[in-house]
């Protein structure tokens, strides 16, 4: 019943920008805890930002200040503004909701993920 879809990934030089977007299906997206997560090859799925049903957001502090989180509940959508991007930003972005109050950084809280769309930056 709850789909998100992941969309805007791409490759991109270092010191470049893109926006992510997930859109969400089949819930009542605006009471829903969102995040974004990446996971690079050999590495364990991390938190990037999160924002619950209220608007507050929390950021990695490897994104901070460079990433920016964001919902439009009207649209019910999801996005991640990412500039000033580094080869270490590389990875596997997945878009991710919880039904319920969750820690918004930490994967193993949330119970509906997107397909995950790609990220690559060359230096």
């Known amino acids: 019943q709850v789909q998100l879809v992941e969309s805007g990934g791409g490759s991109v030089q270092a010191g470049g920008s893109l926006r992510l977007s997930c859109a969400a299906f089949g819930y009542t997206f605006s009471r829903y805890y969102m995040g974004w997560f990446r996971q690079a090859p050999g590495k364990e799925r991390e938190g990037v930002a999160g924002i619950d049903s209220e608007g507050r957001t929390r950021y990695a502090d490897s994104v901070k200040g460079r990433f920016t989180i964001s919902r439009d509940n009207a649209k019910r959508n999801l996005y991640l503004q990412m500039n000033s991007l580094n080869p270490e930003d590389t990875a596997m972005y997945f878009c991710?909701?919880?039904?319920?109050?969750?820690?918004?950084?930490?994967?193993?809280?949330?119970?509906?993920w997107g397909q995950g769309t790609q990220v690559t930056v060359s230096s």
């Open positions: 991710a909701a919880s039904t319920f109050r969750v820690a918004m950084l930490s994967p193993g809280s949330y119970n509906y």
